[in-house]
């Protein structure tokens, strides 16, 4: 650094202090990193191993597809990364089950978890602000930008109030996020829903405004696949599992378009995880890339104990069972993945709708399920 370089800066920080992030180019062009979403295949149609740290993102699509799920998935691995910090759950439509948030956080981290219900959005923007600018927060989720009352609806006639409430509160809100997702290093994730394409001509079409769109720096809407899996409950068959497609329409970190596939349970069973089936999906991708050889009912890994082990069930148990196991398959896996990418995560025109048809390759794992 030179020192009219040094004097600018030192002027400068000086006179607005820690409130923006204000230093040498060449010292805060490498300060953006990644943490996983929960799903090993939509990590890599992100492009660069999960959602990045200081960004805002999106997660949207229609009803029961599991955006709220991924977005708990998420809170769990950031506060998993960053022990000394705590994660905001905004929930603004006032349905959280917290049973059901601990089934998917895990009972251990719900104490670093701050839960706020804002009335609208208006105040849950005030409520973010005030929680993020203290840097102790790594992640925080708004759900939900379509399901968010505005102040206008709430001091207002509905007939007065209503319209463009929603998108001028939004777009308040995106405007705060993006700046200070940035400048204290936190991942703002708003879960959205997908609205009808009224015209016919097959658009995705989100609630929020352009400026919400704007400060989105990543989108995933989220589909139901083909997949189902069946178990049986108290002598009925019951579906339990849904297989979900995930398409990235926007993304700042890498190409946009590609559209990964995961399995998500809605119901717990002995047989199946609740949520995203992590161990199954670890194990189907480690089998794609040759990261784990199976030979009949064996599987092979240096890792492994004795550097084997018997039946896919004593597989999952023991990676399960084993983080760094786990660890070492996921990077295995994920450095491999460009090689079969197209099987993995597809990428298409980030404009057009999800495809309703199984892709080749990793997708047919979910028709080879639900036969199993």
């Given at each position: ?243 979900i497609k995930g398409k990235v329409i926007k993304n700042g970190c890498a190409p946009p378009g590609r559209t990964a596939s995961w399995w998500f349970f809605n119901i ?6 609740f949520g995203i089936d992590t161990m199954d999906e670890i194990v189907r991708l480690s089998l794609l890339t040759n990261v784990i050889e199976r030979k009949g009912a ?70 080879e399920a639900a036969d199993e």
């Open positions: 650094m030179t020192a009219t370089a040094d004097k600018l800066l030192a002027g400068l920080k000086k006179q607005f202090g820690d409130d923006a992030k204000i230093g040498m180019a060449s010292d805060l062009q490498d300060s953006r990193s990644f943490e996983s979403s929960g799903s090993l295949a939509l990590d890599f149609a992100l492009g660069n191993g999960g959602w990045p740290t200081n960004r805002v993102v999106e997660i949207a699509g229609g009803e029961h597809v599991g955006k709220s799920t991924l977005a708990m998935l998420t809170v769990r691995t950031f506060l998993l990364a960053q022990p000394d910090r705590c994660a905001v759950y905004l929930d603004l439509e006032h349905k959280i089950d917290m049973t059901w948030a601990a089934q998917m956080i895990g009972e251990e981290l719900m104490d670093r978890i701050v839960l706020m219900q804002p009335l609208h959005i208006e105040s849950a923007s005030d409520m973010y602000v005030s929680a993020v600018s203290t840097g102790t927060v790594c992640i925080a989720v708004l759900d939900s930008i379509g399901g968010a009352p505005s102040m206008q609806a709430v001091n207002k006639s509905a007939e007065i109030g209503v319209m463009g409430g929603n998108a001028i509160g939004v777009g308040r809100f995106a405007r705060l996020a993006a700046s200070h997702s940035n400048v204290f290093n936190c991942l703002t994730i708003g879960v959205n829903q997908v609205r009808e394409d009224m015209a016919g001509l097959h658009r995705t079409i989100r609630p929020g405004g352009m400026a919400w769109k704007h400060a989105v720096t990543q989108s995933v809407v989220l589909k139901r696949g083909q997949g189902k899996v069946h178990d049986k409950i108290n002598g009925e068959d019951v579906q339990v599992g849904q297989e717990p069973t002995d047989r199946y995880a064996w599987y092979f890994h240096p890792a492994l104990p004795d550097g084997k082990i018997q039946s896919k069930d004593r597989l999952q148990d023991t990676i399960r069972d084993d983080d760094s196991l786990f660890a070492t398959l996921r990077s295995e896996v994920m450095a491999r993945l460009g090689d079969v990418a197209d099987q993995v995560a597809p990428i298409s025109d980030p404009d057009t709708d999800i495809p309703d048809e199984p892709s080749a390759g990793y997708g047919n794992v979910f028709k």
